[in-house]
């Protein structure tokens, strides 16, 4: 079982192989959850109903939009 030590490591092992590929996740506050590429804010989400599949599911949305080709993890 993994052990995790803090939000860095928990956002890391949320978005997976999609951090390797310029995506990060921001908490600007106690509610919301911003999913960028690079710079560009891709997402805001309300924290208590982001799940992990709905977070993958929009980073590989947003790869298809920039590039014409699916990638789903």
């Known amino acids: ?7 860095k490591n928990i956002n890391s092992a949320a978005l997976g192989d999609f951090e390797g590929m310029g995506f990060s996740l ?5 509610h919301f959850v911003e999913l ?5 804010l891709v997402a805001t989400y309300i924290q208590v109903t982001l799940s ?3 977070l993958r599911d929009a ?13 789903n993890d």
């Open 36 to 40: 960028y590429f690079k710079d560009k």
């Open 1 to 7: 079982m993994p052990n995790y030590t803090g939000k």
């Open 59 to 71: 980073c590989s949305m947003y790869l298809k939009s920039i590039t014409g080709e699916w990638t």
């Open 52 to 54: 992990i599949i709905l």
């Open 26 to 30: 921001h908490e600007p506050d106690d």
